[in-house]
């Protein structure tokens, strides 16, 4: 079937079998192989890319329902929300946030929706007060990042540049 | 994964005709169903995605909410009338899934996701939810997330979700439109059915049926708690889950509405135990007895033996922080 999305902000126009997922139509059909595929069940988090500006596991997703929509991924995200995600990537370096770096693309991509979920005041599952304005700790930043695992298990520095990143002051109106 | 076709149809009425034709299935977000089709456990000749109906709205109905069927769980929890007057709904959501899941998980979806039995996600292994009459080898089988109220003895499949729990202790009603455009509500008791001797079907609903909503009546109880155990600290199933609903009146119990997760073949519910708590006032030995009558007749495995002790346990706790 036909399927039109566009990715980090070009048009793709693209005949594919309505079986191919999100994750295999970036990277088999468009070569952007950064999203990475890991258990291919929504479980371990390396396909996560930005729908909309909604982080996503590309692997439970077909293709087809994404019709016209805009995908983000790690070939594109320092474009589309470049003051989370320069500083994020820059700091995962500095703080060694990864080893083999196979995790890294979907947890600097999950990381930059989950900073911007975080600046509409979303709750998670350990914020205290529902109502309250929410201040993104640490036990803040691990529980919302549970869907990214890390098998060399960098956790210490992946939390580090993400803390970094948040702090960093920022202007990316699309991820917000 | 079975070749199947795919459509998106932009109205209601198109979406129940696709749904009704044989073998179809509606996709909201596609987490479970996907994943069960890439097992081939699932294989619709057909699927429909509903997404673009304009059932992705959360509005306000007399005192309570209605809420659209494609509403991601993400966006339900963080609404701000959800968080305020359900915040069980919040908690209970926020405790699901992870955080890319959420934002793609969809309200209906999560009501019907199916159960995490392995026997079920492995077609080597004989279920008779996903084979009629192929046994069950859960029974006897290795079971850890597996229910204890509910069974048969053709099935023993545990209802995963944690929304579900939230929404029977908050008399949430569901809207469903059929082929014919009919439209008719269903409170989650009389949704949900049973496994006895036909597990694998788990709803009422008939084919073509299409959930439309899901209507909140305005809270009962300004007390709220959600409480889930489970394996690690996130990301994980419950082992055990209560969802408590409660209103006090001069120190007694005015109303009390309790559901549990982790332990019924659905999202549970026990009148008994709802009436046992209302009118009364909180005492340690309350507590002890609504556990007892909760698990009357529990169908207990060696491996789901520890959810007896614990579910009592929890179910303690959860009541005296709601009425605290």
Redesign the interface.
């Known amino acids: ?1 036909q399927i039109s999305f566009t990715v980090n902000g070009t048009r793709q126009d693209m005949e594919l ?3 191919v ?1 999100l994750l295999d139509a970036l990277r088999d059909h468009l070569g952007l192989t950064g999203s990475k595929k890991g258990c ?3 479980q371990c ?1 390396a396909c ?1 890319v930005l ?1 909309e500006g ?4 590309a692997c ?3 293709a ?2 994404h ?1 016209g929509e805009e995908i983000t991924t790690i070939e594109g995200i320092a474009q589309t929300s470049p003051d989370t995600a320069a500083t994020l990537q820059q700091a995962m370096i500095d703080y060694d946030g990864m080893q083999c770096g196979y995790c890294t693309p979907g947890q600097v991509c ?1 990381a930059v ?2 900073l911007s ?1 975080a600046r ?6 350990v ?1 205290e007060d ?2 309250a304005p929410l201040e993104l700790t640490r036990d803040e930043l ?7 695992l890390c098998r060399c298990g960098c956790y210490p520095g992946i939390v580090k540049a993400i803390r970094t990143a948040s702090e960093a002051r920022t202007s990316d109106s699309e991820a917000a | ?1 079975r ?4 459509t ?1 149809p932009d109205d209601l009425e198109g979406a129940c005709a696709a749904g009704f034709t044989e073998g179809a299935t509606f ?1 909201g977000g ?2 479970n169903l ?2 069960l089709m ?1 097992l081939e456990v699932m294989a619709p000749a057909h ?1 429909v ?1 509903v ?1 673009r109906l304009g059932l992705d709205r959360i509005e306000d109905e007399g005192d309570g909410l209605n809420i659209g069927a494609t509403v991601r769980n ?1 966006d339900l ?2 609404d701000p009338r959800v ?2 007057r359900y ?1 069980v709904l ?2 209970a959501l ?2 699901g ?5 959420r ?2 998980a969809t309200t209906a979806g999560n009501l019907l996701q199916r159960t995490r039995c392995p026997y079920f996600q492995d077609r080597d292994s004989a279920c008779n939810k996903r084979t009629p009459g192929a046994g069950c080898a859960a029974l006897g089988g290795e079971v850890r997330n597996h229910a204890i109220l509910g069974t048969s003895e053709h099935c023993i499949a545990l209802h995963p979700s944690d929304m579900a729990v939230a929404m029977r202790a908050l008399d949430a009603e569901i809207e469903v439109r059929d082929p014919e455009g009919g439209m008719r509500s269903m409170d989650l008791d009389h949704f949900y059915r049973l496994p006895r001797d036909t597990p694998h079907i788990e709803t009422r609903l008939e084919p073509g049926d299409l959930i439309t909503s899901v209507r909140l009546p305005a809270p009962k109880g300004d007390r709220q708690i959600y409480r889930k155990v489970r394996d690690r ?3 994980a199933f419950a082992l055990v889950s209560v969802a408590a609903v409660l209103r006090m009146e001069g120190g007694k119990i005015a109303h009390a509405a309790v559901a549990f997760g982790g332990i019924g073949t659905e999202p549970w519910r026990d009148i008994e135990v709802d009436a046992m708590l209302t009118g009364e006032t909180p005492s340690d030995s309350l507590f002890d007895k609504a556990g007892e009558v909760l698990v009357q007749g529990a169908d207990v495995q060696d491996g789901t033996a520890f959810k007896v002790p614990l579910v009592q346990r929890v179910l303690k706790d959860v009541l005296w922080r709601a009425v605290a």
Do not use: C
Request: hydrophobic share 35%; proline share 5%.
């Open positions: 079937m079998d309505p079986r997922t291919d069940h929504g988090g996560t729908v909604r982080r996503v596991n439970l997703s077909l087809a329902m019709e999950s929706g989950m979920e509409e005041g979303w709750p998670s599952h914020t529902l109502d691990t529980e919302r990042m549970s869907g990214n | 994964m070749p199947f076709d795919f998106r996709i596609g987490t996907i994943d890439k699927v995605d997404t993400a929890a963080a968080r305020r915040p919040s908690r926020l405790a899934a992870s955080g890319q899941l934002n793609r600290a996130s990301y």
